[in-house]
């Protein structure tokens, strides 16, 4: 393929995405193939903006590609994960050029907030149509996981589902579509309960899990129940039913890395403290439920109106730093195509 035949910027945006039954767990880590499905809601002005441009002269002064993250050199580890990724791209359409790629997070990064799923689901997008590929959702989904297993969820808007598949090749393991964005007005407040990274990746924790945790085959056999009653939920939009499948496929993720040899533990005593203010809530006739992911953070999925009371109850409980309610959010998307 000509250079002269690709856009020669591509800019894409992505939402992240909050798992409701979670992924934990691969059954190929080289491939980022995950152990199960899983499902999630996909979040509006809350995620990734990614340019990217193949070009002789996208290539850095010290060579390979030139990599930013919020207008500066990207962090070595994040760049590593990008080059990596890049090179799939190259691979699979042969375009032999170094690229120049820019990034800006409206995410706390590695910080339990899903900022990997916004990232890699924008780079997805942007870099395989930066190398003249059009690729049908489930292909960008599938391709999308190869950066984040998250991410591939954040290629579709609103509720999700992501397949685990069976192919060895990952061919099948890739999202759809549940429920649109606009199809059911739910929030997802979230109680901000620390700053900075989390002390252990995702990855790696899960890893770290499968090998050592006593209760990680116990963690495989549920999640297909799970999965199959949040389906259900939210296609009948259920918020009860989902919540308390929410609520169970979070402790019981949390449970298996507590197990962990040594023990992974992200919450923290306002991670706690937030969980009993949602139990609080509830136990008062509102309708809110919570998850956490691997971190410390909560997040507690309620319907718009039960918003205005769950966001100042968290806002009030002790230790947690600030709250954002936010709201369901389209797929990724293409923002500009230039050519410069």
Not at 93 to 101: F, I, K, N, Q
Not at 254 to 264: E, G, Q, R
Request: proline share 6%; net charge neutral; aromatic share 6%.
């Amino acid at each position: 393929m000509s250079i002269f035949d690709l856009p020669l910027a591509v800019t894409a945006r992505a939402g992240t995405n909050i798992a409701l039954v979670k992924y934990w767990g691969k059954r190929d880590p080289n491939l980022n193939l995950p152990a199960t499905g899983s499902l999630s809601l996909t979040l509006a002005n809350f995620g990734s903006e990614t340019t990217v441009r193949f070009a002789p002269d996208a290539e850095a002064p010290e060579g390979g590609d030139r990599i930013s993250f919020d207008d500066a050199p990207a962090p070595p580890r994040f760049a590593e994960r990008v080059r990596r990724f890049l090179n799939l791209v190259r691979q699979e359409t042969r375009v032999g050029l170094p690229a120049e790629v820019a990034t800006r997070n409206s995410v706390p990064t590695a910080a339990g907030l899903a900022s990997s799923a916004s990232g890699f689901a924008a780079l997805a997008l942007a870099a395989s149509r930066a190398a003249g590929m059009k690729l049908a959702p489930r292909e960008l989904s599938a391709l999308a996981r190869q950066g984040s297993g998250s991410a591939a969820r954040s290629i579709f808007g609103g509720f999700v589902e992501m397949a685990a598949g069976e192919r060895s090749d990952g061919s099948d393991a890739c999202a759809q579509a549940l429920l649109p964005a606009g199809a059911w007005d739910v929030r997802l407040v979230v109680a901000i309960t620390a700053e900075g990274p989390k002390a252990i990746g995702s990855s790696q924790a899960m890893e770290l899990t499968a090998k050592t945790s006593p209760y990680y085959a116990g963690w495989l056999q549920a999640v297909p129940q799970d999965l199959a009653a949040a389906r259900a939920a939210v296609l009948t939009q259920d918020l009860v039913g989902l919540g308390r499948v929410a609520e169970r496929s979070a402790m019981r993720m949390h449970a298996c890395a507590m197990a962990a040899d040594p023990p992974i533990l992200y919450w923290n005593g306002a991670t706690l403290a937030a969980m009993e203010t949602v139990r609080r809530l509830r136990a008062a006739g509102t309708g809110a439920f919570f998850t956490v992911d691997a971190g410390p953070h909560v997040k507690v999925l309620c319907t718009a109106r039960d918003a205005e009371l769950v966001e100042p109850a968290l806002a009030a409980t002790p230790g947690v730093l600030r709250t954002l309610v936010l709201v369901p959010g389209p797929g990724a998307e293409v923002l500009r195509e230039e050519r410069r």
